[in-house]
């Protein structure tokens, strides 16, 4: 069985969420630029409340293409700091070898 190295998991995880950031960015772009026909609609609390949860619903409009965008930000700089982690814990060990 194979190792799954920090490295490996941070720059899968990197690359998965660049093109989680371009999808997204691609969705604001849509939706900013497309014509608009409907008039925009204010929804209550409480019907947001009577209409259930949407956790796992994928985000719509411009502005959860916005929340996508700055979820793939934080999520790739999370996985940069693995990297830096990772290379930090390699050192070390390589120090304690010598």
Known sequence: MRAISP????????????????????NVVQQTTQASTSDPVQISSAARGAGGSSDSAPSAGVE???????????????????????NDLEKTVEDLVR
Do not use: H
Not at 7 to 26: C, H, K, P, W, Y
Not at 66 to 86: E, F, G, P, S
């Open 7 to 26: 490295t490996n998991v941070a720059l899968g995880g990197i690359s998965r969420q660049m093109e989680a950031f371009d999808r997204a960015a691609a």
């Open 64 to 86: 959860g293409a916005m929340v996508d965008v700055r979820i793939a930000k934080y999520l790739t700089a999370a996985n940069v700091k693995v990297l830096q982690t990772a």
